[in-house]
Each structure stands twice: as structure tokens, then as C-alpha cells.
């Protein structure tokens, strides 16, 4: 799966009047919402807060009409206080008293959330149907003995595919540019691993230098610096266009060293002030092979390129505790 422009954890309605497959889910109070009846759920959902999509913006003072995405708006997304509380996956059992699985789904299909159905040993069948008309996104056997397992594997991918849909223009658009490392599903399992390795339960693409913002449940951020071949020729040209030093250049030549100048609004370039003290600006670059070869590593951010921290995924657990 590609990478979506940003993730964050999101909410999970679960809809059953009686489901033990639901019980033996693992504990998250607060990342799942829970309804017994399937009305209430469906009046909740037509009420719940709603995703605020990245901002496009079109030019028509040009001679071809343009359209442009505001990057330095996604990575505000992590100050929204509400962007933990928007319902991204739907899980209903098929049979409900009042209204089955499927008739909750065909109420809910102008929301963008995606729908899981939990199907019994008669119900496979209509429920395979109604994923292949679109109807439902996946559906889950209940008296499949991994049944806990499988609903969790696929909330997660839902969750990620939801981010995927919702910002797909806006992501289609930046792959064409400086991002195209959105559309490789290499760089897509590092930041998998990243987030599995450090902690780490958001991210946002990042402008200047390009990258990728990670921010773990207490907030900590990192920046995931990402180069190009191109990328990298550019860094050895200022460089060298700003009288760097031998060493620096030599590194920079032969992809030995990946740099982020901290200097906020210079684009994270080497600049004369610098002088010597280079290689704490630097890393090693770890290499990561897909239809272009990227040079990445992960610094820490200096709370100046934030204008405001974000609002925590701890902090929203605290307070809706």
C-alpha cells in the first residue's frame, strides 16, 4: 500500500447487540466507539465530527488553469484538537434486530467511512456480494478461529486506506513533484517500520527540507528527511556554490553523509555560516531501493519549524478518559 500524505489514529465504530467476537478485541476505551442498537449508531454517525480536507488551491490568473496543494497546511493538522474523534471505520455485525448489516450500510453510503461486516457461516455469501457492489469495504467470518485477528488487521488497513481515499488528489498531485516517494511502497514499509520501531502513532509530509514528520503518543517529533538522486546532486551544488568545505563535499559526492541545515527558511542547504561545523548536521543515509533510489534519515526537529506543538494522542486519551 502507498503512503498517505498524513495518518493519525482515528476512531472505529463498532456496531453489535451481542457479538463475543467484538468482547475479545483487545482493549482500546478510547479509540473505539460502541453501539448496541443500530439506530443510535446510525444517528451518532450522521452527527460525528467530520474530516477537514487539505486545502487545494486553483489559479486561474495563469495561462493554463493551475491547481496547487498548500503543504504547509497538512502537517498543522497534528494542532486539531477533533482529528482523533472522526469515525474513519465502521465494523457491523450482519444480523441486528430492526435493521440488518447491510441495511446500516446502505444508510451510511454517502459517509466516507470505511464499512467492515462481521458475516456468519450462512451470511458469506451476501456478504461477498456486497463488497464485490461496493456496498461494504471487507467483511470478517465470525466462526473463523483468528476472527479477533483478522477484524484488527483489517481496521488497520482500512484506516490507512481511508487517509488514502480521502487526500488521494492532493497525494496524486505532490507524487508528481518533490513527493514522489508517496507513490513508492518501499519507502511505505520503512515508515511502516519506523512507526513500529520508535513509537511513533502519526505522520505528515513535511516542506523545506522534504520528509516526512513522525510524532509519537506523547508528542516527540522526528523528521524523516527523504532525497532523491536529484536531491542529493542538489545538496553537493549549494554546497559547493557556497564554498563548503573538501570533506563535506567529498561525503556529499559520494552519498556518505545526508545533511539537514537547521537553519529555519533556508531550506535545510548549506550556507556560509556553517563554516566547519558541518557534520552535526549531518547522518549517514540509509538507502531504500524502489522505482527511484531514496536517501533518508531521521533527525530531530527543532521546535522552531513548528509555529505550535501539536495536540498529543496522550493528551486526547487523558482528557476524553
Given at each position: 500500500m502507498k503512503l498517505p500524505i498524513y495518518a493519525h489514529p482515528m476512531l472505529t465504530v463498532l456496531v453489535d447487540?451481542?457479538?463475543?467476537?467484538?468482547?475479545?478485541?483487545?482493549?482500546?476505551p478510547h479509540g473505539r466507539k460502541v453501539f448496541h442498537q443500530a439506530d443510535e449508531a446510525l444517528a451518532w454517525l450522521m452527527q460525528s465530527p467530520q474530516h477537514e480536507r487539505?486545502?487545494?488551491?486553483?489559479?486561474?490568473?495563469?495561462?493554463?488553469?493551475?491547481?496547487?496543494?498548500?503543504?504547509?497546511?497538512?502537517?498543522?493538522?497534528?494542532?486539531?484538537?477533533?482529528?482523533?474523534?472522526?469515525?474513519?471505520?465502521?465494523?457491523?455485525?450482519?444480523?441486528?434486530?430492526?435493521?440488518?448489516?447491510?441495511?446500516?450500510?446502505?444508510?451510511l453510503q454517502y459517509l466516507p467511512c470505511k464499512?467492515?461486516?462481521?458475516a456468519g457461516p450462512g451470511e458469506e455469501r451476501i456478504a461477498m456480494e456486497a463488497m464485490n457492489s461496493g456496498l461494504i469495504d471487507r467483511y470478517v467470518r465470525k466462526q473463523d478461529g483468528d476472527a479477533p485477528a483478522q477484524l484488527e488487521r483489517e481496521i488497520a488497513r482500512m484506516q490507512q486506506a481511508w487517509f488514502l481515499d480521502q487526500e488521494r488528489v492532493a497525494g496524486d498531485l505532490l507524487a508528481m513533484h518533490e513527493y514522489s516517494f508517496l507513490q513508492c511502497r518501499q519507502v511505505a514499509e520503512v515508515v511502516?517500520?519506523?512507526?513500529?520501531?520508535?513509537?511513533?502513532?502519526?505522520?505528515?509530509?513535511?516542506?523545506?527540507?522534504?520528509?516526512i514528520l513522525?510524532?509519537?503518543?506523547?508528542?516527540?517529533?522526528?523528521?524523516?528527511?527523504?532525497?532523491?538522486?536529484?536531491?542529493?546532486?542538489?545538496?553537493?551544488?549549494?554546497?559547493?556554490d557556497s564554498g563548503a568545505p573538501r570533506p563535506l563535499?567529498?561525503?556529499?559526492?559520494?552519498?556518505?553523509?545526508?545533511?539537514?541545515?537547521?537553519?529555519?527558511?533556508?531550506?535545510?542547504?548549506?550556507?556560509?555560516?556553517?563554516?566547519?561545523?558541518w557534520q552535526r548536521y549531518c547522518q549517514e543515509p540509509q538507502v531504500c531501493r524502489g522505482e527511484q533510489t531514496y536517501y533518508w534519515a531521521l533527525f530531530e526537529l527543532p521546535p522552531s519549524y513548528l509555529s505550535e506543538q501539536p495536540y498529543t494522542h496522550a493528551q486526547y486519551l487523558s482528557e476524553a478518559a
Open positions: 447487540d451481542s457479538s463475543s467476537l467484538l468482547q475479545s478485541l483487545p482493549p482500546r487539505v486545502p487545494l488551491r486553483v489559479n486561474h490568473d495563469l495561462p493554463a488553469c493551475s491547481v496547487t496543494v498548500d503543504v504547509d497546511s497538512i502537517f498543522r493538522v497534528s494542532g486539531q484538537r477533533g482529528r482523533f474523534a472522526v469515525p474513519s471505520v465502521v465494523v457491523v455485525d450482519f444480523y441486528m434486530p430492526h435493521m440488518n448489516g447491510l441495511d446500516f450500510c446502505r444508510a464499512k467492515i461486516l462481521l511502516r517500520q519506523l512507526y513500529h520501531n520508535h513509537g511513533f502513532v502519526e505522520h505528515y509530509i513535511f516542506p523545506q527540507p522534504n520528509g513522525l510524532i509519537d503518543e506523547a508528542g516527540e517529533a522526528q523528521l524523516m528527511v527523504v532525497e532523491t538522486e536529484a536531491g542529493m546532486r542538489a545538496q553537493y551544488e549549494i554546497a559547493r563535499l567529498q561525503a556529499l559526492e559520494q552519498r556518505r553523509v545526508l545533511p539537514f541545515f537547521d537553519h529555519e527558511g533556508r531550506d535545510g542547504m548549506y550556507d556560509r555560516s556553517i563554516g566547519g561545523a
